[in-house]
């Protein structure tokens, strides 16, 4: 081949062949996300300890296991529901017109006379005691024990004032693992780590608050790390834009 030819040719088939090279490391980067059959540790919702298998596809896992059912005895009673509100409240007097989860000011604006974390609760001794899933019985600091409402995300606790209002980890009083809506203050917590995620949800492990350092990488279980900058706490950056690293 002539020189001249030669040279045009390699002018145009290396692009084609880094191109072939990009687009083969990017396939195995996609593919293989676990070893099928592996077990990832994972703890289940309450608390428990487990693991999740990695599937047939190398790329998701199966359900956190094995975990038991929420306790049905004792402080943990499942049972019916109670009723959603109440004659009176620790203070007695009139019961106003909110139900329960309304959002309140005062105590007499709400029909158990209860209202904490800026809606209208009352006190309980046991789950059963609050109407679920809509709210969980929780000791909130060294406070009484109370129907505090259930979330999901940082958004479910917007109607009642965000901040204060926030949506916290913590125990319910069977030590069920629970998410709910209070005034949290520096005491606020999200998702401990190791906890059973979907991967790439990290509101799962973060609840929809930025800067907390912890995400749902390819393992499914909540991680201590960052994808991006905001992942981390204020000052930091994360050491790999769009991939799993950490805040330094």
């Not at 005062?106 to 009352?122: A, G, V, W």
């Not at 799962?204 to 749902?216: F, K, Q, S």
Request: charged share 20%; net charge negative.
């Amino acid at each position: 081949m002539h020189r001249s030819s030669l040279n045009f040719f390699l002018f145009v088939a290396t692009p084609v062949l880094v191109l072939a090279s990009l687009h083969a490391c990017k396939s195995e980067e996609v593919a293989g996300l676990c070893n099928p059959g592996d077990e990832i540790f994972c703890r289940c919702r309450g608390g428990d300890p487990g693991t999740k298998p990695c599937q047939e596809d190398g790329n998701t896992f199966g359900e956190c296991g094995p975990c038991e059912e929420r306790p049905t005895t004792g402080p943990g009673e499942q049972g019916s529901p109670a009723s959603s509100s109440s004659s009176s409240g620790p203070g007695g007097g009139t019961p106003g017109e909110k139900p329960l989860f309304a959002t309140c000011m005062d105590d007499s604006e709400c029909e158990s006379l209860t209202c904490r974390h800026n809606y209208c609760t009352k006190t309980c001794d046991k789950i059963t005691d609050c109407p679920y899933p809509q709210s969980e019985c929780v000791r909130y600091g060294d406070g009484d024990t109370i129907c505090l409402a259930a979330c999901e995300t940082a958004v479910d606790c917007t109607p009642y004032g965000a901040p204060p209002s926030m949506c916290g980890f913590t125990n319910a009083i069977d030590t069920w693992w629970v998410t709910v809506c209070a005034n949290w203050g520096a005491e606020h917590k999200v998702m401990p780590v190791d906890t059973d995620c979907v991967q790439f949800d990290h509101e799962a492990c973060n609840l929809g608050y930025p800067n907390r350092e912890i995400v749902c990488p390819t393992t499914g279980v909540c991680s201590k790390g960052c994808f991006v900058n905001d992942d981390c706490p204020v000052g930091k950056t994360c050491s790999a834009q769009g991939a799993f690293g950490q805040c330094q």
